[in-house]
């Protein structure tokens, strides 16, 4: 452990070193397949594009690419998009116009994008949720909830884009929607306020006829509920005995997200190298995103994030979340202990999970809601529930307080660490919660280790239509005495948390997270399988359960019908590794990010990050 903290402060000391040299970065970007197509320069900063040897875009049959930028914060943003302004204008025009109705209804929207009312509802929904992220942001800036680098970067992304294409739509209140739209819209989602503003808005139309009119206002009405905030993200940690090499320290995860037909074609990887004291880092992104999916720092933290369906966040001041927030921590802590402080510090207003880990294998997962002053015993979760009918069959206010999860709450979220211990009286009150809506309930595969709550995914999905979020998930870790591995999928696992996730919007959008009980227990069940033997190639395996060729009918959005695995990654599949050498020298800690976009068939590609800077 020592010698491993020791490997940590070397890196964390190291981070404001001279940029590598040009030699050095297009050796590290061959070590890693891939070969440099383009440099460019702002001042005396340089970027670069690599484009890899062996991995394609099943689509476009283009290369996979990896970015470099380096410099101060405004520096960043200018590199960036000198390498990928035409990416990052589909981000700020084709994301945005579909982002939400794709986050509407998937299937609606492929049958009717060629309508009046779904171009009335792009057009309404894209100004609707640019003016309303910008203007909810400004309050957030003015608080002082976002870091001034991430701001920065975005003048400076904006500018770039300028630079490049007078006519540009990568303004800065484009990137602002792009970066922290989704944190808003799921704040709102969840805490019912976004549908009835969205039909105000189609109502207050003057500019189209009362017949086109009508025609968005039913097909709103029709589809409002049935809006799907991605929720088919899944995580793994594992470290200690769970791996097979010692010290070897495992993160594998998938974040999905609403492609809008367009982010599985460009998402990337980019490697950052701030001189301002920053860490570098290289984090999935796609061309327009400051934040990232999954970020990995030089200062040894690996973190990503996951969506979280509860009504604990504050629509008015989303604050700061998600893939802002993921950038901030990778780029800030050199451990774990050093990002849980500054994950508990952020303005936090919408509900994530936040998976992450250090390179000594000290690792944790936030369950995030908005910052609170409150103390443990003060947080009433049972406020969030959506009817007393439904409160009579869950725990009262003294049996919360009996089983309290007051050692792993701080300032509004709970964080689960290889010590945290989950109060299995909760399983007790499943039963009847199971029974009030007619539906079997297995006690033993719920306190089993590697059970699974409901046999099949489709059958989770048919019986989440009348369950919803209304039952306490088994935790399963640590009851094995195994604690060295733990699970995410989109489930809040403490009991008091997981009380949030009861209330109606958010019950709601329980019927369509795509059995996330039954990817929770899946995932559960592998690492287990695996348990001692995780490797890289491992781990890239377990990641990878859900793939079309292993659950058969999951993924159906298709290049080729007649070819499952021709459905898009709807987000990103990763795997970090932070492994020290065979030698244990200090410079040899070896930190890697292991990525799949685009498409199930498509290669997953590699940035070893220390190659970059040692």
């Known amino acids: 452990m020592a010698l491993l903290i020791c490997l940590l402060a070397v890196f964390a000391a190291g981070c404001t070193a001279a940029p590598p040299s040009k030699a050095q970065l297009e050796n590290a970007f061959t070590k890693d397949d891939f070969r440099v197509t383009r440099w460019v320069s702002y001042g005396k ?190 995580a793994f940690l594992a470290w200690g005995g769970a791996t097979k090499a010692d010290g070897h320290v495992l993160m594998g995860r998938a974040f999905q997200l609403a492609t809008a037909e367009v982010f599985q074609d460009i998402a990337a990887h980019i490697i950052t190298a701030p001189t301002d004291g920053r860490h570098a880092s290289v984090r999935v992104f796609s061309p327009g995103m400051v934040g990232g999916i999954t970020s990995l720092g030089m200062g040894g933290v690996v973190i990503g994030v996951d969506t979280l369906r509860s009504a604990a966040g504050t629509p008015e001041f989303p604050g700061f979340n998600s893939i802002l927030l993921v950038r901030h921590i990778a780029e800030t802590a050199s451990s774990t202990k050093d990002a849980l402080d500054r994950i508990e510090r952020a303005q936090r207003g919408c509900p994530w999970l936040y998976p992450l ?41 003294s049996f919360l307080q009996a089983h ?34 007619d539906i079997p309930y297995n006690a033993s595969a719920a306190s089993s280790t590697d059970g699974l709550l409901f046999e099949s995914w489709k059958q989770e999905l048919l019986q989440q239509k009348h369950l919803e979020n209304n039952y306490f998930p088994p935790q399963r870790t640590g009851s094995s005495g195994r604690n060295d591995f733990m699970i995410v999928s989109n489930l809040a696992i403490v009991p008091e948390m997981r009380l949030t996730m009861m209330g109606t919007a958010a019950d709601l959008f329980a019927k369509t997270q795509e059995s996330a009980q039954y990817r929770y227990d899946t995932l559960n069940r592998v690492v287990h399988s695996a348990y001692g033997t995780l490797d890289v190639a491992t781990a890239l395996d377990a990641i990878t359960f859900l793939s079309p060729d292993r659950t058969p009918g999951y993924w159906n959005h298709t290049l080729d019908p007649r070819d499952p695995m021709s459905a898009q990654v709807e987000g990103a599949v990763s795997v970090a590794s932070l492994l ?15 990525t799949k976009t685009g498409y199930w068939k498509d290669n997953f590609y590699t940035t070893t990050l220390t190659n970059y800077f040692q």
């Not at 101060?72 to 025009?93: D, F, I, K, Q």
């Not at 779904?118 to 800036?141: M, P, S």
């Not at 979220?413 to 109060?423: D, E, L, N, S």
């Not at 020290?580 to 292991?594: F, G, K, M, S």
């Open 45 to 234: 900063s340089r970027g670069a594009l690599a484009e890899s040897i062996n991995a394609t875009n099943l689509h476009t049959g283009q290369p996979k690419r990896v970015y470099y930028v380096e410099g101060s914060a405004y520096e960043l943003g200018r590199l960036t998009a000198l390498l990928a302004t035409p990416e990052a204008e589909v981000m700020a025009t084709t994301y945005i116009e579909r982002f939400v109705v794709q986050l509407i209804d998937y299937d609606w929207w492929k049958s009717h994008e060629d309508t009046e009312e779904c171009r009335i509802l792009e057009r309404v929904l894209d100004n609707f949720l640019t003016i309303e992220a910008n203007r909810i942001w400004a309050k957030v800036v003015a608080a002082g909830a976002i870091p001034t680098p991430l701001i920065e970067e975005m003048k400076g992304l904006a500018d770039g884009a300028a630079s490049v294409n007078a006519s540009t739509a990568v303004t800065f209140e484009k990137l602002v929607t792009i970066n922290f739209g989704f944190d808003w819209v799921s704040a709102a989602a969840f805490s019912g306020e976004l549908g009835p503003k969205l039909l105000q808005l189609v109502a207050e139309l003057n500019d189209v006829s009362a017949e086109a009119k009508a025609k968005a206002i039913r097909a709103l009405q029709t589809v409002r509920g049935l809006l799907e905030p991605p929720a088919f993200c899944d």
């Open 357 to 397: 880990c250090d390179a000594s294998g000290a690792c944790a997962v936030v369950e995030a809601g908005s910052f609170s002053n409150q103390t443990a015993d003060a947080f009433d979760p049972l406020r969030f529930v959506r009817g007393k009918q439904l409160e009579k069959l869950l725990p009262s206010k």
């Open 404 to 437: 309290s999860s007051r050692a792993a709450y701080r300032s509004g979220m709970y964080v689960r660490t290889p010590g945290y211990t989950f109060p299995e009286a909760y399983l007790g009150f499943n039963a009847p919660l199971f029974q009030h809506v």
């Open 580 to 594: 020290p050498a065979a030698n244990q020298t200090a410079d040899r800690l070896v930190l890697q990010l292991h």
